[in-house]
């Protein structure tokens, strides 16, 4: 199993209501004092609803996560990644977005701007379309667009990615059924 099946196999288990996670203890927390090793890279929304260790069933020092508002990005989000890629070697980033985002619906509302969250907001902006009228899939529109800037921005990333050595998936959390799908980059 890949780290990315790994990861959608605990999802499966947090669907089921049948999680599995063991390393949430004292125990573990000292047993990784001294090094971490986590298997994936997740940057995802600060939403209080998407909480990644709960929805991939995973314990202490098994994902890196990163979470901004919107799972937005700037010069400290990228390198943060990159600090785990090149320091720990974790060879999958998930970019994770989800249902009912209250950033993507901002910037919606919004499309002219506005006096506050200018730099989160223009993000999705970017991607505003007249014909995309639902918000979940104008999320999942974001979604791609942040990981398309990620591999374009990062030298470090993007000859990981041609050297095989790091995966990069787009990912989305649906509030209905508590799935991650995997959206296709093209
Ligand atoms: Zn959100």
């Known amino acids: ?11 499966k288990n947090f669907v089921n209501g049948t999680p599995k996670a063991e390393n949430k203890c004292l125990k573990t927390l000292q047993r990784l004092a001294n090094g971490q090793n986590p298997r994936a890279i997740i940057l995802t929304c600060s939403d209080s ?13 098994e994902l890196f996560v990163i979470r901004t508002a919107g799972a937005t990005i700037g010069e400290n989000v ?4 990159e600090f785990a890629y090149d320091e720990m070697k974790i ?6 977005g989800h249902d009912n985002c209250g950033v993507v619906t901002y ?10 969250f200018h730099d989160i907001i223009s993000q999705v902006h970017k991607i505003l379309d007249c014909e995309t009228l639902c918000y ?8 791609l ?27 989305h959390f649906h509030f209905d059924t508590g799935l991650v799908t995997i959206l296709n980059n093209k």
């Open 145 to 171: 667009n942040i990981t398309e800037i990620i591999k374009k921005n990062s030298k470090i990333l993007k000859q990981a990615i041609d050297e095989n050595k790091l995966e990069v998936i787009s990912a």
């Open 78 to 81: 990228i390198e943060s990644i």
């Open 1 to 11: 199993m890949n780290e990315t099946e790994k990861l959608l196999e605990g999802n």
């Open 91 to 96: 060879p999958l980033l998930v970019i994770l």
């Open 107 to 116: 910037a919606a509302n919004h499309p002219d701007g506005s006096e506050h």
């Open 49 to 61: 609803r998407v909480v990644p260790e709960i929805i991939f069933d995973a314990g202490i020092g």
């Open 136 to 143: 979940n899939e104008l999320a999942k529109k974001h979604t």
